[in-house]
C-alpha cells in the first residue's frame, strides 16, 4: 500500500470535484477505460482557518499515482495541468493481528438501504435514509463485526453533511472509535479497502487516531 497527500484549492467538502482530482492525479491525467483496479482511498481535511483556501487530502491506494510518476522525481510534485502538488510517497507497512485494540478515525456514510417493494425482486428499488443518531452505535457494531473488528468504544460522532451533487447529499460522520480485531484478515481489508459506502468521495478510510 502507498499513502501520500494531495495539496488542492478545493474546499474540503466539494467531494465530487475533489473525486475527479483524485483519479486525475491516479492515472496521470490519462485516459483509461478501466479504472476497477484504481480505487484509492482519501479523506479531505480543510487548512487550518486563515491559512489559505484549498484542503489537504490523505490518500491510501495499492499502486503510486502515475501524474507523480510521470513528473519529477522531488519530494513534491505538482500533478500535470493542475493545482495540485502531491506530498513524498510511503509504503504502508500497517499490521493487524487478532486480539490487539486499536483506536481509528473514519469519515463514514451514515445511511441505511431499504428495499422498496416491488412485484419481483428484480423490480424492487433500494432507497437511502439518513441513519437516525440514536441508532448509530449499533450500526457501527455491525458494520464493524463484518470486517473483523469488535467496537469497545464510541468515543466521538461528529455530524457531516455534504453534497455530492444538486439532487444528493451525503450524510455522514466523522467517527472516534476503539475496536479490537477478532478476525485479522478481515479487519486488514478493511484497512486497506476502506469501510462502508461512499469511499470514493472521501469516506471509508481508516487512519489510527494519535493518543
Not at 91 to 114: A, I, N, W
Not at 176 to 197: C, D, E, I, P, S
Request: proline content about 5%.
Amino acid at each position: 500500500m502507498y499513502e501520500f497527500s494531495l495539496t488542492t484549492d478545493l474546499p474540503f467538502h466539494q467531494v465530487y470535484p475533489l473525486h475527479q482530482r483524485v483519479m486525475a492525479v491516479m492515472c496521470g491525467n490519462q485516459h483509461r477505460a478501466d479504472k476497477t483496479h484504481l480505487r484509492p482511498l482519501w479523506r479531505s481535511y480543510p487548512y487550518p482557518q486563515g491559512e489559505k483556501e484549498g484542503s489537504i487530502l490523505l490518500i491510501r491506494s495499492t499502486q503510486k499515482p502515475l501524474a507523480a510518476l510521470s513528473n519529477s522525481s522531488a519530494a513534491n510534485t505538482k500533478a500535470a495541468n493542475s493545482k495540485e502538488i502531491i506530498g513524498p510517497i510511503e509504503t504502508s507497512t500497517f499490521t493487524l493481528t487478532e486480539g490487539e485494540q486499536r483506536t481509528f478515525h473514519c469519515r463514514l456514510d451514515l445511511t441505511k438501504r431499504v428495499s422498496e417493494p416491488g412485484e419481483n425482486r428484480s423490480s424492487r428499488k433500494a432507497i437511502e435514509y439518513a441513519l437516525p443518531e440514536a441508532e448509530t452505535e449499533a450500526w457501527l457494531t455491525r458494520l464493524l463485526h463484518r470486517h473483523g473488528f469488535e467496537l469497545q468504544q464510541l468515543d466521538l460522532v461528529e455530524p457531516l453533511r455534504v453534497r455530492l451533487n444538486r439532487r444528493h447529499l451525503i450524510n455522514g460522520a466523522d467517527v472516534v472509535f476503539q475496536a479490537k480485531v477478532h478476525n485479522a484478515t478481515a479487519a486488514q481489508q478493511a484497512y486497506n479497502q476502506g469501510l462502508g459506502r461512499k469511499k470514493a468521495f472521501g469516506f471509508g478510510l481508516l487512519l489510527e487516531a494519535v493518543r
